[in-house]
C-alpha cells in the first residue's frame, strides 16, 4: 500500500521479535529503514533479507542511543520516523531487584528511548520537518505483576515520556505515540519462558488458549499497526498510549 513511502525510518531495537517485525513492515510499506541491535549474527540476515540498514549499537550507552540517530541522518539525510521497539525483561520483584537490574532496565527501556527521540526531533525540528514517533511499551505500565517490577516502572516511566513529547511538539507537527502490547508471541519470550518460568515446548499452545481469542499477541498483526501510526494515515493522533492487548484494563468480573 505504500504507506511509508519515500520515508525514513530508524528503529531501535530492530534486530529480532516485535522490532524485525517492523522492520519488515516498514520496507513493504515503501521506506528506507535502518535498525539498530547488539547481535550481528541476528541482525545481518534480517538486513540481507529486507535490505535495511543495520547499525550495531548497545543503546545502554545513551551515546550510543543518539548516535544511532546520526548514524541514519549520514546515511540518508533525515529521519522521518522514529521506533523504539528495544526492551529488557530479565524478572525482578520489589525485593529482590538490585540497583545493578534497576538500572539496567531504566536504561534500555526509558533512557535509550529518551536520548534516541532527543536526537531524532532535534532533526525534525532544525529541518522544520513533521516527523512521527512510535514507542513499544507494555501493559505493564499499567502496574505489572510482581516478578516485573523494574521493568513496569521503566514502561510507566516512557509513557509519561511519550505524552510529554506529544505535547512538548505539537507545534513542530511531530507526532509521538505509544503502543502497550500484552503477551506476544517471539523468539525473545520463548527464551524467557524458558529460562524463567521452566517453560516446556507446548507453552505458546498452553497460552494461547488461555487468552480471550485463543492466541498470544502476533508480531506481523503489532508491526502493521505501528506502521499505521508512523503513517499519514493515522491523522493527527499524538500523545496516545494505546492498549494493543486482548485483556481490558480494569475490567473485572
Known amino acids: 500500500m505504500g504507506l511509508l513511502e519515500d520515508k525514513i525510518v530508524l528503529v531501535n531495537g530492530g534486530s529480532q521479535g516485535v522490532g524485525a517485525g517492523i522492520v519488515r513492515a516498514a520496507v513493504r510499506e515503501g521506506a528506507a529503514v535502518v535498525f539498530t541491535g547488539r547481535r550481528a549474527e541476528v541482525a545481518e540476515p534480517l538486513a540481507a533479507d529486507t535490505g535495511a540498514r543495520f547499525v550495531r549499537a548497545d543503546l545502554s550507552d545513551p551515546e550510543q542511543a543518539r548516535a544511532s540517530v546520526v548514524r541514519a541522518v549520514d546515511t540518508h539525510g533525515r529521519v522521518d520516523c522514529l521506533v523504539n521497539a528495544a526492551g529488557l525483561t530479565s524478572r525482578g520483584s520489589l525485593l529482590d531487584t538490585t540497583p545493578e537490574l534497576f538500572e539496567a532496565h531504566m536504561a534500555i527501556n526509558l533512557r535509550a528511548p529518551f536520548f534516541a527521540m532527543q536526537a531524532a526531533v532535534a532533526d525534525m525540528t532544525a529541518r522544520k520537518a513533521p516527523g512521527t514517533i512510535v514507542n513499544i511499551l507494555s501493559n505493564c505500565a499499567h502496574g505489572g505483576p510482581p516478578h516485573l517490577a523494574p521493568y513496569s516502572a521503566a514502561k510507566a516511566g516512557l509513557a509519561g515520556l511519550t505524552r510529554n513529547a506529544a505535547y512538548a511538539h505539537r507545534w513542530d ?81
Do not use: Y
Not at 502490547?181 to 524467557?192: H, L, P, S, V
Open 173 to 253: 507537527r511531530i507526532r509521538v505515540n505509544g503502543v502497550n502490547i500484552g503477551w506476544t508471541d517471539t523468539e525473545g519470550e520463548d527464551a524467557t519462558q524458558r529460562a524463567f518460568h521452566g517453560a516446556g515446548d507446548d507453552w505458546r499452545e498452553e497460552a494461547a488458549a488461555a487468552q480471550p481469542m485463543g492466541k498470544l499477541g502476533q508480531v506481523d498483526e503489532i508491526a502493521d499497526f505501528v506502521v499505521f501510526l508512523l503513517s499519514e494515515r493515522s491523522g493527527v493522533v499524538t500523545g496516545s498510549v494505546i492498549d494493543w492487548d486482548q485483556n481490558v484494563i480494569g475490567g473485572f468480573g
